[in-house]
């Protein structure tokens, strides 16, 4: 559901991804300038620079990381689901981000690097995922912030994904926002029937709104001063609008929902500006935000290891999946024989 928005450079040191060959050619570079000038698409047979595939590379891994590890937080709430009602819709939601990590794996397969290459370099710590899915969900509120908020948060992101450069991506994006949007007004709809319960209903409320709503307006990515390398995303048409303008149209969507809802948002520099016409707000704390990226957060540790034990006890299903396929393939050649 959530790209980092912007692109975390995978440790230092470690396996690169072996990229397909493409020789730095001046004819071929100049047609590639003139497609994305022309706001066209790159498909995957086309001849393109080697730094774009690259960043494409580590811009959809890490969005399809953060899918699957997005499953994580979320789903440890399903067998305390409070009803029937909300068991379903959570179950249906958390694996809708499972099919959107499968989209986004088979979209950077087609730059030339396998699924194997990829989930290497998320289970051996040195490949990123949204800093979001390292804080932990405390209570049932949690889940239905979650959709609001983050949910809310990666459909600002991603809708502007659906028209990116690289068609696979482009393509993967219209169906993920479509299912994102179900996921934000799942959460919005547990939120609202929870603020119309006890005292207590309404507090767990608002103090999962206070611990996720600064941690969601970082999700953006750091002050478009301090991106370096988002104008060259928005040189290549990977990126359309830049991490503030992004973050402000979220905190101008979000505020009247916040009010309709019936809860407050932890920051007492939000307020209307009738001169930019937007929302002003407060100062977003960068360190913490590092800190969760660098592997600190309060639960980063546990995340990697509930995926890497959940690939490895999954390993019985690929090895089934690959047995059936090599017989399949000996019963077509006998018939054909
Ligand atoms: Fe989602
Ligand atoms: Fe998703």
Redesign the pocket.
Known sequence: ??TQSFNVPDNAGGKTVPLAPSIEDPVLQAAFDTRIDADGRIEPQDWMPEAYRKTLVRQISQHAHS?IV?MLPEGNWISRAPSLKRKAILIA?VQ??GG?GLYLYSAAETLGTSRDQMLEGLHSGRAKYSSIFNYPTLTWADVGVI?WL??GA?IMNQVPLCRCSYGPYARAMVR?CK??SF??RQGYEALLVMMTGTEEQKAMVQDAVNRWWWKCLAMFGPPDADSPNSAQGMRWGIKRVSNDELRQKFVDATVPQAKVLGVTLPDPDLKWNEERQHYDYGQIDWNEFWETVNGNGPCNKERLATRVKAHNQGQWVRDAALAHAAKKQARNIKEAA
């Open positions: 559901m959530y899918e997005g939601k809708d981000e959107h959709g983050v949910d990666a993920v299912e994102e996921h934000q």
